[in-house]
């Protein structure tokens, strides 16, 4: 079996200030892990992904993931938030095969 | 856009009506999914299809009915349905069904906002 777990349902952030948004995993075997965005009355949008190598991910839009193997982790970051920036924050895992399971989903508020 | 359309972008329909979902990729993928959001809850994988053939039901009711004629479209079928069926239905291609690396992003369309009265 195979779940993500986004631990806050809301962040809320200054504009210019550094985003956040957490994600834990778990999975039987090597995790690939997703993010992707979704703005109102719009489909999910790809942000990045970890599949292997630099534990490090740079994505759209100026986002970037970190893989943290010890803490099951792949927390989406972005150093200055933009207002635009606001949105419903996913995070996903799939383990050998195609099926993804996705977090409950983080929405992101970037105030001026 | 992904390149993944959805019509119509909403619909609202009766418990005894039927109707039809329509998805199209231009992305030249081979696999296809139907996921359904509801609020507060994570995606559900409902179908997948892949190079025509179905490999998922992840346990949906019969009252929705998946049809798949060629790669690049995806059709959900509806009826009878019930109020709890509301939700926002999203379509998702994908290269191939893959274990893993560039072949397992999959591309979502904005979704049916569908309402069952």
């Known amino acids: 079996a195979q779940s993500v777990a986004q631990p806050e349902d809301q962040v809320n952030v200054a504009e210019g200030n550094p985003l956040t948004v957490k994600c834990t995993y778990s999975?039987?075997?090597?995790?690939?892990l997703f993010w992707y965005v979704q703005y109102p009355n719009r489909g999910l949008q790809f942000l990045l992904k970890?599949?292997?190598?630099?534990?490090l991910v740079k994505g759209s839009y100026g986002f970037e993931a970190e893989f943290n193997k010890s803490q099951t982790s792949f927390h989406l970051k972005k150093p200055s938030a933009l207002v635009s920036d606001s949105a419903l924050y996913f995070c996903?895992?799939?383990?050998?095969?195609?099926?993804?399971?996705f977090g409950a989903g983080t929405t992101v508020t970037v105030r001026a | 856009e992904t390149g993944v359309t959805q019509t119509p972008r909403h619909l609202v329909m009766g418990m005894t009506n039927k109707k039809s979902l329509k998805c199209e990729q231009h992305?030249?993928?081979?696999?296809m999914y139907w996921y359904k959001q509801s609020a507060k809850k994570p995606l559900e994988l409902m179908f997948v299809?892949?190079?025509?053939?179905?490999?998922e039901n992840n346990s949906v009711p019969s009252r929705f009915s998946p049809e798949c004629p060629n790669s690049s479209h995806l059709f959900l079928h509806l009826h009878t349905l019930q109020p709890e069926d509301s939700a926002l239905y999203l379509c998702?291609?994908?290269?191939?069904?893959?274990?893993?690396?560039?072949?397992?992003?999959?591309?979502f369309g904005p979704g049916t906002r569908l309402t069952v009265l």
């Open positions: 299809y892949n190079f025509k053939e179905q490999t």
């Open positions: 996903a895992v799939s383990s050998n095969d195609y099926k993804l399971s």
């Open positions: 999975v039987s075997g090597n995790p690939y």
């Open positions: 992305l030249g993928h081979n696999a």
């Open positions: 998702a291609s994908s290269q191939e069904l893959g274990t893993g690396g560039l072949t397992d992003t999959q591309y």
């Open positions: 970890y599949i292997t190598g630099d534990n």
